[in-house]
């Protein structure tokens, strides 16, 4: 079932950029640690869904070109919706907590992260999927 989550998710970590290379808008530069990413925003998040959710943006986070990690933005009220969908696919979340009014679900599917954050008081939700970088 795991492995069942990569048919709704448009983009494959690992990608080359020039694969939506005319539907994105540079954002910025993000450094965390000893990375750094350019990040572009996804234009054609209008009609975007991801477990038959709308989708309010999408930002894509590239180092050296291939792409690294994802950040689905949705409305606030479909966090539980969210949350139950990723369950069905995953099971529990292996780690759930707050951190300065942050709501986090994380999961591990392979080598890879799924992580839910729900900010109290704010007009978004994000979900990420990244690679697992070991340390």
Known sequence: MKNEIHKHVKFRIGEEQCKHEFKLFYKGEYCCKKYCYDVYE???ADNEQLFNLKVERILLYYNADVLT??????????????KVWIQQFIGIAYE???INNTYICSWYVGRYFIILKRISNHDQISLSYQKRKYI
């Open 96 to 98: 759930q907590r707050l």
């Open 42 to 44: 996804f234009d054609k």
């Open 69 to 82: 990690k994802i950040d689905y933005y949705f409305k606030p009220h479909l966090y539980t919706k969210l």
